[in-house]
């Protein structure tokens, strides 16, 4: 059981270029996250899906776009990528966004991005 | 606005006990979550307090106190691995996790 994955580990990117971040869970979550991680700050999220077909904005998600065409996959568009977006990205995946529960957050490994 | 506290870095000693305190002021409130984090790795889950007083998981404790809006992760035994930044967060009332900054914790032997 692999649980979270994402893809590419590391990139660097010139300013300008598109770019998705790929996540994908294999624990059946509904609902899934991307958050940005930067030194001295707090994760920050950027977008969420509480279920396959649905997105919402989280605290940052202005040129970030997300789709959810399925229960697995959660990928993160940078459209035209600014140095500001030099970050160290996080996907996770919760069982359930009811409080019904811990719903505890589950974190992939992450992805490091420079962007030029 | 909404905000979470804890000390930027601790120093603490091998075989030691140490406590991180993180205080909060958020709208609304479903829950408090504590996560490790090694350098240049993902959080991973340590606990969860939902209701005032200590829950206790090994050499892990944390504590709540709604009231006060504070919460603290006491590890005893400290073991070099344990290393690591360890992360505040929040449940607000949308559901959302709002995160600390997280606590560097350096062991010395």
């Known amino acids: 059981i692999a649980g979270i994955t994402q893809a590419p580990t590391s990139q660097i990117l010139a300013a300008g270029r598109r770019m998705t971040l790929r996540c994908t869970q294999d624990?059946?979550?509904?609902?899934m996250y991307w958050y940005r991680q930067d030194l001295g700050l707090g994760l920050r999220l950027i977008h969420y899906?509480?279920?396959?077909?649905?997105?919402g904005k989280g605290e940052v998600p202005d040129g970030y776009s997300v789709s959810r065409a399925n229960t697995d996959d959660f990928p993160l568009t940078l459209a035209s990528a600014v140095p500001s977006q030099t970050s160290v990205y996080f996907c996770a995946s919760s069982d359930s966004t009811s409080g019904s529960g811990t719903d505890t957050q589950y974190f992939g490994p992450g992805t490091r991005l420079t962007v030029l | 606005g909404q905000n979470i506290d804890q000390p930027t870095e601790m120093t603490a000693t091998e075989g030691a006990i140490v406590q991180i305190n993180c205080t909060y002021q958020?709208?609304?409130?479903?829950?408090l979550f504590w996560y490790q984090q090694h350098a240049g790795e993902a959080p991973t889950f340590l606990s969860y307090n939902v209701l005032d007083g200590l829950e206790e998981k090994g050499r892990f404790s944390s504590f709540l106190s709604r009231s006060k809006g504070y919460s603290y992760l006491l590890l005893k035994e400290l073991q070099m691995k344990d290393s690591a930044s360890y992360l505040c967060?929040?449940?607000?009332?949308?559901?959302?996790?709002?995160w600390g900054a997280g606590t560097k914790l350096i062991i010395k032997p």
């Open positions: 958020t709208s609304g409130f479903n829950g």
């Open positions: 624990m059946r979550h509904n609902a």
């Open positions: 899906s509480n279920t396959a077909g649905t997105t």
């Open positions: 967060a929040v449940r607000d009332s949308n559901y959302q996790l709002i």
